[in-house]
């Protein structure tokens, strides 16, 4: 049953010559326009390592300079030169940001990004290293040729069970730790069986740099998963994985390996529900719905995933301060002008006295006299040895809270804190906020 799968997968997503020779045309078009600046040009990511999938439309170009140049001229000639090879090829493109910014323009229905890199054996920036990557993983797949339709298949399932990116919006496995993870194992079967048994905070060193492998776990403490870079010992290749995503492939692997399937690959489409479909969700759980809307111009994703998760993380905090507790919370946005954070709350509504603890009768005077000072009006009395006194609440309805904080804008991403148009939508009002993908988002939510 899995071979019959996994050979049906292989044929859907090895890529035709036709599509090959595309790309090969494409890569000779920048190449040739490159030859007037003094830059030694490099292919690097999937299509050159071979591992790229039918309909992969991402070609990377990397461009190195000599590893004198200054980085401020690095960055600037490396976006004039980008931007010189788009409109002599009469592209259009935009400026991206990695860990510095380069340029990404569409050509003959490609995203071709030309990157400035240092040429250079010990890489001075993250961007240095993917040449390296490169090299190391071509190394490793000429000894096994197998390898290539194996790292293929990982590629394929992770993209099927949603986790296949290290970009902000996902927070998953990229392309180089997908490779990586399947050499490390040997094959796709293995790499699946392997995960299936991971557990958090696990640690993998492909290259063997690392004598303690424990010490790793301290080195790296905040990592779900730990896999150390093989052309650079003090790099986690796995920094992006969320833990969510990480059990989401544990989750996948076990499933799949006790019953193969085409889905697990490419899952179907799945129809959006109604809005009289999540009207009834909604009124059956019987929870409170508030979602913050945010109005703004064009935002880089990575950037906007990052904040929308900052800003929902401190209003949660902030919220649970006030002694609501949110159930759920998720984050949603149409990545052009539209972002929403989602809160369903398990308790929206509190009596309007709470029991404030003051200090223990054994503390220092000084402490109780600023608690009994503090809540005089409340007459402040003694309670098993310490000092209490019930207060009245400032809020007692989350949606009372919810404008406060907006106006306070606390712990909220920079890109969001500044926004005019910030709102507040609840329960089934929530439905109007956006079409189609919103409502899948909703599906999924509630």
């Not at 190449?31 to 990377?60: H, N, Q, Y």
């Not at 409170?288 to 950037?303: D, E, M, R, S, V």
């Not at 804008?409 to 709102?423: A, D, N, S, V, Y």
Request: charged share 35%.
């Amino acid at each position: 049953m899995m071979d019959k799968t996994l050979r049906k997968v292989l044929r859907e997503i090895t890529p035709p010559r036709e599509e090959h020779r595309n790309e090969k045309e494409i890569v000779e078009a920048v190449f040739k326009k490159l030859e007037r600046f003094d830059v030694k040009p490099v292919v690097v990511g999937s299509i050159a390592k071979k591992t790229d999938l039918r309909g992969d439309k991402d070609i990377d170009i990397f461009i190195m300079f000599p590893k004198e140049t200054p980085r401020k001229e690095l960055e600037e000639k490396g976006l004039d030169i980008g931007k010189a090879v788009f409109k002599s090829l009469r592209a259009k493109y935009e400026i991206d940001y990695a860990e510095h910014p380069y340029v990404a323009g569409n050509y003959k229905g490609y995203r071709v990004e030309i990157v400035p890199c240092y040429k250079t054996r010990k890489p001075l920036s993250a961007v240095d290293r993917t040449p390296h990557h490169t090299r190391y993983i071509r190394k490793k797949l000429r000894r096994n040729n197998e390898l290539r339709t194996n790292v293929m298949l990982l590629k394929q399932f992770m993209k099927g069970t949603g986790v296949y990116g290290a970009e902000s919006k996902v927070q998953g496995f990229s392309g180089y730790l997908t490779e990586l993870l399947c050499i490390h194992y040997g094959s796709f079967r293995k790499a699946l069986k392997a995960a299936s048994e991971w557990k958090f905070h696990l640690v993998i060193d492909p290259a063997d740099l690392w004598e303690n492998k424990r010490a790793l776990k301290h080195f790296f403490p905040k990592a779900s998963l730990i896999v150390i870079d093989p052309i650079d010992e003090n790099r986690n290749v796995a920094a992006a994985v969320s833990e969510q995503s990480m059990a989401r492939f544990i989750h996948a692997a076990r499933k799949f390996i006790d019953e193969p399937g085409i889905d697990y690959f490419f899952p179907p489409e799945r129809k959006p529900p109604t809005k009289k479909e999540l009207k009834g969700r909604i009124k059956k759980r019987g929870t409170k719905l508030i979602a913050i809307k945010f109005t703004h111009g064009k935002i880089n994703p990575n950037i906007l995933y990052s904040q929308l998760r900052k800003t929902r993380n401190s209003l949660v905090k902030q919220i649970e301060g006030y002694e609501f507790k949110v159930l759920n919370c998720d984050t949603w946005t149409d990545e052009k002008k539209l972002s929403a954070i989602l809160l369903e709350f398990e308790v929206w509504d509190l009596p309007p006295i709470e029991h404030r603890l003051g200090p223990p009768l054994d503390k220092g005077k000084r402490e109780q006299d600023k608690f009994i000072a503090k809540y005089r009006e409340f007459k402040p009395r003694i309670e098993k040895g310490r000092w209490v006194a019930d207060v009245r609440r400032e809020f007692t309805r989350a949606e009372k809270l919810m404008p406060k904080i907006l106006k306070e804008r606390k712990g909220f991403g920079k890109k969001l804190r500044g926004l005019k148009r910030i709102g507040l939508v609840a329960d089934e009002k929530i439905l109007e906020i956006d079409g189609k993908e919103f409502l899948s988002f909703m599906g999924e939510f509630i």
